[in-house]
């Protein structure tokens, strides 16, 4: 398995302070996140998923921890849009150039709006996918949120 991939040279690249994380990734779990913060041994709440929506017609990039689900109505009002939904994943995988369960929101293709969850924030590093199945970085969310130019709202249901 690679240790570098687009969204670890973003990291590096803008000077942020990282770790790479790989596990075994399971593509038949139930829940790849949960399966993520079983691997890496840590609580599902440090390990974040990264979901591709669209609000009001426009891609935008959710960072939730992996045992939560986000609220398209959160996600919107975050926004300052009407409407949400999840993105199909053969779109969001042409739009950040990265595979389901391997999406990270550091490195797309094209850089869409990013919301992470404001919880996060209370942890000093998290998890986040690298842009490859089975590999996370591990980073300060507040920096995660700095380098993606995202904003951080409540969006779990």
Request: charged fraction near 25%; proline fraction near 6%; aromatic fraction near 4%.
């Amino acid at each position: 398995m690679a240790k570098t991939t687009r969204g670890t040279r973003a990291l590096e690249q803008a000077g942020v302070a990282f770790s790479v994380h790989a596990y075994a990734y399971d593509p038949y779990a139930e829940r790849v996140g949960l399966q993520a913060a079983e691997a890496l041994g840590e609580p599902p709440e440090r390990v974040l998923k990264t979901l591709m929506a669209m609000v009001d017609g426009k891609p935008v990039c959710a960072i939730v921890p992996s045992d939560r689900e986000v609220s398209m109505k959160k996600l919107a009002a975050a926004l300052g849009g009407k409407s949400a939904q999840m993105m199909k994943p053969a779109d969001a995988e042409r739009l950040t150039g990265y595979k389901v369960g391997g999406i990270s929101p550091f490195g797309q293709m094209r850089a869409p709006r990013v919301v992470l969850e404001e919880a996060a924030l209370a942890h000093a590093s998290v998890y986040i996918n690298a842009g490859q199945r089975g590999l996370q970085v591990r980073l300060d969310p507040r920096e995660a949120l700095r380098l993606l130019d995202g904003v951080a709202a409540p969006l779990v249901a």
